[in-house]
């Protein structure tokens, strides 16, 4: 039996949850919270492996733990951490990692390329990235960015100094890209090899050099649905594009009447297209005292304002990896607030809801759903 679920799937200050709606995407029940009282910084599905999801989980007492579903959340496995080797029936025993690789937080999961079906990557804080082959029963470093000749520039952002995105660029297989507070962005084409810092364009406004190769405080990157050589950008200093795959970078927030802000998302299905929530960069509130989301579009080169500023007034806030699409037509946007909201839009924007549950401070969102 096929599978048509919407599921999206939220990291929290109190554990993760695992909410489930049919393609409508009118009522959700909701599942959870699992791993409960713990920081889960991320909440991430496997889609090579339908109902297989990981879960970034950090105790304030017992440190950094990965998590690791089977079944959407029904039963819960603790997996090797890159802190945390173990030895299992399908790998060989590996050795504790470097003093100089130690781990505070686990930041963002990535499950690798279908070519790639036991891979999985990591990045954490301080900023390092990780790589298993064998779906984290062991973890090796790549030295190629964690030992960077730039690495004595890069300093830590107000979260830490977190590797938060990694991107693979499906036209070009060996392509990847990270992100890192504060360091910027870097871009592999020898699959994790060797990295580039694509910092070019990028203000630092923060710094006596506002334009260094490495330093800048990106707090998240997407790649456009159609062409991954498009990506966009929300830095701490302003909202980015750019349209050779992060060689150069140009501003395009300024229309905005403030375009700092934490999170962007695109939509496969909306190409060339891409959602924001800018925020007030002192408080770190969405703008103006009320619910927004701001949708960019490379077509009219133009911003438009996608929420009716009456419907949710008060102080909402957004962390990093807090906005997400899904793969549906018409396309899915959620939205979930440091303070515990869920917003979202069944329709690409035009129409806004809000789950009626108090989650507890919402660290990220993603969604799986057919044909992710």
Known sequence: MVDRKVRALLGTRKGSYVLESDAKRKK??????????????HVQSDPRHPGTIYAAVNNGWWGPMLMRSRNW??????ISTPQTPRRSKRSAPVEAPSPQYPIKNIWHIAPGRPSEPRTVFLGVDPASLWRS?????????LPGLNDHPTRSKWNPGAGGMCLHTILFDPSRPKRMHVGISAAGTFRSDDDGEHWTPTNRGVIAGFQPDRHPEVGQCV????????NPSTMYRQDHCGIYVSHN?????TRVGRRLEDDFGMGVATAPQLPGEAFFVPLDSMPRLIADGHFQVSRWSEKTRAWSTLVDKRKWPGGFGMHREGIATDA????GVYVGTTTGQL?????????????PYQFPG??????????T
Do not use: Y
């Open 219 to 226: 707090h998240k990157v997407a790649l456009d649905s159609a």
């Open 28 to 41: 959700w029940r909701i599942h959870g919270p699992f791993q409960t009282g713990d920081d889960v910084f």
């Open 133 to 141: 082959d064998d779906e984290g029963d062991s973890w090796a470093p």
């Open 343 to 355: 917003f979202w839009s069944a329709d690409g924007g035009k129409r806004w809801d809000l789950v």
């Open 328 to 331: 549906m037509n018409p396309a």
């Open 73 to 78: 959340g029904g039963k819960w496995t603790e």
């Open 245 to 249: 795959a992060a060689d150069s970078w």
């Open 362 to 371: 919402i660290h990220s969102v993603e969604v799986a759903s057919p044909g």
